[in-house]
């Protein structure tokens, strides 16, 4: 199982990103997925998660600006990002729990991350 983000990228204060991350791989089914940060010398965070049945939960540091999304279908989740700071300078990793073909339970995948720099 393989997750690949990608759409980080350089913005100015206010701007916006649009993240997405697919999961590849022998995926049987995905219960949840989300996004998680890692600033420089921070530990990592949590951004946001969904789970397959469309629940949704966020930092309070990104309610109101950042919307994720998911498809079942294509075993992607998105991450809008609107109203972007420089404190959401970050490292960005997707997150999924997987139920890999002939498994018998879930397993925490992480992509490799994708660098957002929100600066003037």
């Known amino acids: 199982v393989q997750l690949q983000a990608s759409g980080g990228g350089l913005v100015q204060p206010g701007g916006s990103l649009r993240l997405s991350c697919a999961g590849s791989g022998r995926i049987f089914s995905i219960n949840s997925m989300g996004w998680y940060r890692q600033a420089p010398g921070k530990q990592r965070e949590l951004v946001a998660t969904?789970?397959?049945?469309?629940?949704?939960n966020y930092a309070d540091s990104v309610k109101g600006r950042f919307t994720i999304s998911g498809d079942n279908a294509k075993n992607t989740v998105y991450l809008q990002m609107n109203s972007l700071k420089p404190e959401d300078t970050a490292i960005y990793y997707c997150?999924?729990?997987?139920?890999?073909?002939?498994?018998?339970?879930?397993?925490?995948?992480w992509g490799q991350g994708t660098q957002v720099t929100v600066s003037s």
């Open positions: 997150n999924a729990g997987v139920l890999s073909v002939g498994s018998g339970y879930f397993m925490n995948f």
């Open positions: 969904i789970t397959s049945g469309g629940s949704t």
